[in-house]
């Protein structure tokens, strides 16, 4: 056996078989391939360190401080949380108006959704120009498609109120009535379902056809179809649905601060305008996050907008994980191939 | 030879040139630039007139250049002294906020450079003296201030027989009620006064003025919304006021009226007989509705304080210097000009009809005379007048008294005391979370 040349070792130590030669070449090539991944990843990882990670940690460091923005953070223990808990009057209030909204607003997505995918799946004709129609409200900018709600829902002037009172009846004060202020946020939240929509159908027509068929064999009509065929296959997308829906609704924020600012008018000439009037009518679009934004920008509590954010994180992290744990029984599953 | 020295001297004529050249280049790099951040919106008359004056001064003076920036607000204040892109100067229109600013020392303190000039602070009427400070630390001063009266359309009091502006609160009802039209379904066409709170300017602290309400217990911070009768009075007047026209019909109402810093607004388009308003609406109609027959007075008061009468609230734009600045004595000099010359001060307040805020420029002869314009000069001179308590917890303390009413006058009008008593306790408990601290206005 010839021994290799010191120089060509190098500072290796000398293999003793061919087989332990080639280790520290593959641990060079996994070397190389972990840092080539590393350097294709570390977009990501330094945005999420940044715009995440830090922000995340810092959330929780200043949910334990008094931090008015201006001066540094100072450490006053779960005195936020206390106050978030046991004092704040309006937290109840935004906590009740978000869990309204989920609770009507996302079946409300889903079934529309669904029912215009469906729709869509079934026509023959046209099916272009209508996957167009229902999809292009999802391309309206939210803050224009709110002030353009506002505006067709005016009680004296709005077009649906005077077509109402030509067939004799008293249109309701939308945006300016407790009662309907948050039915009519979900109506803007349904009329652009376009995004929920557009991946229902591509999940409706990836129906296997010859699952109908088979269906169809067995005698079973178009609800029983649409029941044990259409309703399984499609179960993920109804899972990623409700889960993003959600997601959503914990943070909805853009129309209902838009919504309350046009329809309350002005109350000062300061542009802090719409904070005064966030939540009107009377607190009823006052959402968790409106409360949020308005105790860190306006009232410059950031420690306790810290405090109430990361409420808002484990609420959602729970809610989230309850929906996943309880989609097991119900989420069709493919058997692995 | 000859080509040489002339050559030299060329030379040396050139060198010289250059450095004459040099030396007025550097006299005028010495001229110092500041920017200088307003509320004022742009496009309207105010910020026009704001530009317009701050441009003379530019002219007056070679050592400071100011660009003005409108539209800004406390949020971007707070967020560009945090970032460290704080203007040189900065104004608010939110005096409820000195606390913050004066407090953690973002804005800072002007007591030095007031004493080095050998400024007076009693120059300044006492509310804006009250709203420029907090703790004892003085880092704004007022620039021009706002006062609150009624306007009043007299063709439409001509029409319902009424033959001057109401002075008490039981005067003020019976108004509305002859002045208000309804159509033959109940639905409002013109209404006397719209009370809602939120409407335009009507927030609680404008009207409490007018009942002599106590914001604060004797010599502390806590609330005494729950035990002071002005409180009571104002929210069951009002309430009573709102369902006299019946709360829907209100609301409908109000939803069909112009925005309020538009030509639409509701009291220029002859919707409304009467309004509490902010004296810059003078100026408003004069470039609006310059026909319009109304006329201005102090806003009626509790028929049990009838010496109230003449009074009104007052609060204004504030100004001042970020911290970490580095032309802070030029932009003093600048805060100077803009809130103790006379000169300046009278052509503001005449262009934007704000209401000057030195004793001195109160009596200059510059300021236009204006009859509809002069009840305001009054009510902000009169010694009942007066502003909302700075509090630790800043614009969230009257922000949390509207919310509460807000929901009050929609309400049933049952159980205000124990209403008031939770909102009290609740007051308390934000001041608490915000640090603590604030003060009676004196």
């Known amino acids: 056996m010839r021994l290799r040349p010191a120089a060509d070792a ?81 937290v109840w209030t935004a906590v009740k108006n978000t869990l309204w909204y989920i609770a009507v607003a996302v079946p409300l997505q889903v079934l529309f959704a669904f029912g215009i995918a469906l729709m869509l799946a079934r026509a023959r004709r046209g099916v272009g120009i209508f996957r167009t129609i229902f999809y292009l409200p999802a391309l309206a900018p939210p803050v224009a498609a709110t002030l353009g709600f506002v505006y067709i829902l005016n009680p004296a002037t709005g077009p649906v109120n005077v077509l109402l009172g030509h067939l004799g009846v008293q249109g309701p004060l ?119 934004y308005q105790h860190g920008f306006t009232d410059f509590q950031m420690g306790y907008a810290s405090a109430m954010s990361v409420l808002l994180l484990v609420v959602s992290f729970a809610i989230t994980l309850v929906i996943v744990l309880n989609s097991r029984r119900w989420v069709y599953q493919a058997a692995p191939r | 030879m000859k080509r040489v020295a002339t050559v030299s001297v060329l030379l040396v004529a050139s060198l010289a040139l250059a450095a004459c050249g040099g030396s007025s280049k550097s006299s005028s790099s010495k001229r110092v630039n500041l920017t200088l951040w307003a509320g004022w919106s742009a496009g ?59 407090g953690t020392g973002a804005w800072i303190d002007l007591s030095p450079y007031l004493k080095k000039d050998h400024i007076d602070v009693n120059e300044f009427p006492p509310a804006t003296r009250y709203y420029t400070q907090y703790g004892g630390k003085r880092c ?106 019946g709360y829907g019909k209100l609301v409908r109402f109000q939803s069909g009226l112009g925005d309020e810093f538009s030509a639409s607004q509701a009291f220029e388009k002859g919707k409304l007989a009467m309004n509490l308003d902010g004296e810059w609406r003078v100026a408003f109609i004069a470039d609006e509705v310059p026909h319009l027959n109304y006329g201005t007075a102090p806003m009626p008061v509790d028929d049990a304080h009838p010496e109230l009468y003449g009074s009104g609230y007052i609060n204004g734009t504030i100004i001042g210097i970020p911290k970490g600045k580095k032309h802070n004595d030029e932009a003093w000099q600048v805060v ?60 969230a303390y009257t922000n949390f008294v509207q919310s509460f009413f807000t929901k009050w006058q929609g309400s049933n009008g049952q159980g205000l005391e124990g209403k008031l008593r939770s909102l009290a306790k609740e007051l308390d408990a934000q001041v608490k979370q915000a640090g603590g601290g604030g003060s009676a206005v004196p």
């Open chain 1, 10 to 90: 190098g500072a290796v130590s000398v293999p003793a078989s061919p087989a332990l030669a080639r280790r520290p070449g593959k641990r060079r090539a996994a070397w190389r391939r972990r840092r080539l991944v590393l350097l294709l990843m570390s977009p990501w990882i330094v945005g999420f360190t940044v715009f995440f990670g830090y922000p995340l940690v810092m959330s929780v460091y200043l949910s334990f401080t008094h931090y008015d923005l201006l001066s540094s953070p100072r450490w006053i223990g779960t005195a936020n949380y206390r106050y978030l808990f046991h004092d704040d009057p309006q």
């Open chain 1, 174 to 292: 939308w945006f300016h009535d407790p009662h309907w202020s948050k039915p009519a946020l979900v109506a803007l939240t349904v009329w652009g379902v376009g995004n929920t929509m557009v991946i229902f159908l591509a999940a409706v027509l990836d129906v296997p056809r010859h699952l109908y068929e088979s269906a169809e064999l067995d005698g079973a009509g178009v609800f029983s179809r649409l029941r044990w065929v259409t309703l399984p296959s499609i179960s993920p997308v109804i899972l990623f649905a409700v889960v993003f829906n959600v997601i959503q609704g914990l943070q909805y924020f853009t129309q209902a601060y838009v919504a309350a600012g046009v329809a309350a008018g002005q109350a000062s000439q300061a542009a802090d305008v719409t904070a005064v009037n966030l939540g009107y009518p009377q607190d009823s679009t006052l959402f968790y996050p409106v409360l949020l």
């Open chain 2, 44 to 102: 309207t008359h105010e910020l026009k007139a704001f530009k317009s004056l701050v441009d003379e001064y530019n002219a007056k003076q070679k050592k400071i250049h100011v660009k003005v920036v409108g539209d800004i607000n406390d949020t971007k204040i707070v967020a560009a002294i945090r970032s460290g892109t704080a203007p040189d100067i900065v104004s608010s229109f939110n005096s409820y906020n000195v606390g913050n600013y004066c």
């Open chain 2, 140 to 245: 704004a001063l007022p620039l021009l201030a706002d006062t609150y009266g009624l306007y009043y359309n007299k063709t439409l009091f001509a029409n319902a027989g009424i033959k001057r502006p109401p002075k008490t609160i039981s005067e003020l009802t019976a108004d509305v009620k002859k002045l208000t039209q309804r159509s033959s379904d109940g639905t409002i066409q013109v209404a006397g006064l719209d009370p809602l709170i939120g409407f335009y300017e009507n927030v609680p602290e404008r009207w409490s003025t007018s009942f002599n309400v106590k914001w604060l217990k004797p010599g502390g911070t806590s609330s005494d919304i729950a035990d002071d009768p002005g409180w009571r009075k104002l929210f069951e007047w009002q309430k009573s006021l709102v369902d006299w026209y």
């Open chain 2, 336 to 395: 100077k000009y803009l809130t103790t010359d006379p000169h300046f001060l009278a052509q503001f307040s005449n262009k934007i009809r704000n209401v000057p805020t030195t004793k001195a420029a109160l009596r200059s002869s510059e300021i236009q005379p204006d009859p509809h314009f002069s009840t305001f000069l009054k009510i902000f001179s009169n010694p009942h007048s007066t502003t909302s308590p700075i509090m630790a917890s800043g614009v």
